[in-house]
């Protein structure tokens, strides 16, 4: 099991940044992979950001050039660092951990941390 807690979210105008913190507990030598994913009202839940165990990284289109995701690996901790944030960038931010279950991925989720951005 992969326990993960979320913080840093909160109120922002726009252009303005934040950075999302995600802090993993348990077993987390087998994580494959991290990333965070968001949610806005009557949407669904979409991919933002995702970081390897490698280092490899990928974004979503809405936000390549302007958010960031990066690990510590000593703290167990990954970040999304978010500049230039928009309207639509509000949503709830979900930290995720993925680990190889033998057959398929196994998630694991954080509670989830509100980003607003006001206009």
């Known amino acids: 099991q992969v326990q993960l807690v979320e913080s840093g979210g909160g109120l922002v105008q726009a252009g303005g940044s934040l950075r999302l913190s995600c802090a993993a507990s348990?077993?987390?030598?087998?994580?494959?992979?991290m990333g965070w994913y968001r949610q806005a009202p009557g949407k669904q839940r979409e991919l933002v950001a995702a970081?390897?165990?490698?280092?490899?990284?990928n974004y979503a289109d809405s936000v390549k050039g302007r958010f960031t995701i990066s690990r510590d690996n000593a703290k167990n901790t990954v970040y999304l660092q978010m500049n230039s944030l928009k309207p639509e960038d509000t949503a709830v931010y979900y930290c995720?951990?993925?680990?190889?279950?033998?057959?398929?991925?196994?998630?694991?989720w954080g509670q989830g941390t509100r980003v607003t951005v006001s206009s």
């Open positions: 995720n951990a993925k680990r190889w279950g033998g057959a398929y991925y196994l998630d694991s």
């Open positions: 348990g077993s987390i030598f087998s994580i494959n992979a």
């Open positions: 970081i390897t165990s490698g280092g490899s990284t």
